[in-house]
């Protein structure tokens, strides 16, 4: 929701077409990414979940935490994550790919920062 006159993220972005957007080639990205893969886990669960309901899930979620009006639907990030037992260095990787997403879209860099931050809040739920 906005706040004042500050619209939300969510508006800043461009909305749910422009999440979606970016959401379908952030997660093209991770899902092919050698350095996640190497985790057979994380390898065995890309291979398993179909793309376009992983990019459905995401798409709800960064609506949601972004002030949108969708409602996140999808499990908490540590039922989702905690078998994967991912690793920092995963992360960090997760975290560059990211980059080159926001890059490729040229989302401004206060929206970037407001993103990274939302993704940041998960670490400790999703890393081991
Ligand atoms: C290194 C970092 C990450 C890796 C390797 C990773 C990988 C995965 C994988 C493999 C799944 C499918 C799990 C399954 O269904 O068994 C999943 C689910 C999911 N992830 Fe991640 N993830 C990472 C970080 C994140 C972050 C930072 C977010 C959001 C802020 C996120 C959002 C989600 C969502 C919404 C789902 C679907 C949850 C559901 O099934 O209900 N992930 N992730």
């Given at each position: 929701m906005a706040t004042g006159n500050q619209p939300s993220l969510y508006e800043r972005l461009g909305g749910v077409y422009a999440i979606a957007t970016v959401v379908d080639d952030f997660i093209d990205r991770i899902m092919v990414d050698p350095r996640l893969n190497a985790n057979p886990r994380v390898n065995d669960a890309h291979h398993r979940v179909s793309p376009a309901g992983f990019k459905y899930l995401v798409t709800e979620m960064v609506c949601w935490a972004t002030g949108g009006p969708q409602k996140y639907t999808g499990r908490t990030m540590r039922e989702s994550h905690?078998?994967?037992?991912?690793t920092a260095a995963e992360w960090q990787a997760f975290l560059d790919d990211f980059q080159q997403t926001l890059d490729k879209f040229s989302v401004p860099q206060a929206a970037q920062r407001e993103l990274k931050a939302i993704v940041d809040s998960t670490r400790a739920d999703i890393v081991v």
């Open positions: 905690q078998a994967l037992m991912i």
